[in-house]
Every structure is written in structure tokens, then in C-alpha cells.
């Protein structure tokens, strides 16, 4: 048995598995409801919540244009491409998907589009291995990033700023944290870590973005983790 308090002084992050991480979600039924954990009832709430906030991103950019499609987007961590559908092919022409169980692959392939973008490539790997072979307008993060360690994170950030031009964006939309002290929680069930505002602001920090846009997601139910949506840009070095 392990000892707890040799856990409780352990990092979170640290006890990350991919493996236990990937048999939970490979029992996940892949349905709606199965993705939002039984809470399929939010899915409109927090797609709909996702579109006003990168309308008011694009509006308030100097840099892109507020009216049209984008060229590309993907969605990582995509599940069966709930948000591929209902949200990304509604502001992309091309939307390329990254998720690392086959099951739902599958069904976003199989998925019909919400909006006019097409479907692109599917990636069927983890995020902590993905390398972007694309130049991409939007690389969307959603309830996916709590499956890497604090430095597979970094290190997954740095590669997406390769992938991004002057003009893109990099969102993550994730789970916050409540511990009383701001620690970040570690989940048992799904293997996962959920952090703190804080923590995300460091990491995104040691991997040089700087953050253009945030706030809180509004509308969903008491009881949940309150969910914050971040906008990053590579920082521009200053040298001259």
C-alpha cells in the first residue's frame, strides 16, 4: 500500500500515468455525455461560450481580420470532436484533429460538421508526443492539457510556437483548481492534474507566451470546476 504521506509530498503532476490515463478513457462510452463526464447538458453552454469569446479575441486584434473563416485550426484533445463540429468548423476552413484514442477518432471522422469547415487531418497520438506538421490560425486546448506533466506541457507549448504565425493563436480552456491553499489536484479516476490559475500563468510564462485574452466561463452549473479560457501568443523578443 502506498504511503500517504509520502503522496501528499509528491507534485501532482508527478503522479500522471498516460498508461491508466489512456485505459480510463478507452472504458469511456464515446458519446457526449461520456466526454463531458456525465454533464452532457453543458455542451451548448460551453461551445457557445467558446465562440463569444474568440469573436471578442479576433475583434479586439489589431493583427486579423474580425470577418471571415480562418485558414486552419485544430482541435486537440479532441474526443469525438464535440467541439471539432459544434464550434471549430463554424470559424475554420480546415479543422485537423489530435486525440490519442483510436474509439474516438473514429467517430470524429464520422462526425458531420456544424458549420462549413471541413475536417482535416486526424492524429491519433497524445499531445505529449505531438509534433505540428501545419502553420495553424487556432491550436484550441480544451480538457486535455491536465493529462501532461508540468514540463511535458512546457515542452508541448514551445513546439506549438513553431506551428503558429504572427497572427495565431494558441487557447487553452481548462478546469481551475480550488484548494483552499492553490494547490493543483491530482484526479485518481481519470489521471489527470487540475490546476490553478497560478500555475498555468508560470508555466505558460517558462514557455515564453504571454497571455492576450482571459476570463471565466460563464453559465455552467454549481458543483463544477470553474473553467477559464486563456488566449497566448509567443512573446516577441525585444532584441535589436
Known sequence: MEDSSKVANQPPDSRISHADALSYWN?????????????????????????????????GDSSTTPLGLLKRGVDCGAGIGRVTAGFLSRV?????????IEKFAKEVKGMEMGGSGKLGKVYVMGLEEWIPQEKY????????????TDAQLVSYLKRCK???PGEGFVVVKENMST??????????????VTRSDEKFRQLFAESDYEIVRTELQKGFPKGLYPVRIYALRPKVSKGG
Open 27 to 59: 472504458s469511456i462510452p464515446p458519446t457526449v455525455n461520456g466526454m463531458l463526464g456525465g454533464f452532457h447538458q453543458i455542451s451548448s453552454t460551453d461551445l457557445r461560450g467558446s465562440a463569444n469569446f474568440l469573436a471578442k479575441l479576433r475583434a
Open 92 to 100: 475554420c476552413h480546415v479543422v485537423d484533429v489530435v486525440e490519442p
Open 137 to 148: 490560425d487556432l491550436i484550441w486546448n480544451q480538457w486535455c492539457l491536465g493529462h501532461l
Open 162 to 164: 513553431q506551428a503558429v
Open 179 to 192: 484548494d483552499v491553499e492553490g494547490k493543483d489536484i491530482f484526479d485518481e479516476m481519470d489521471n489527470s
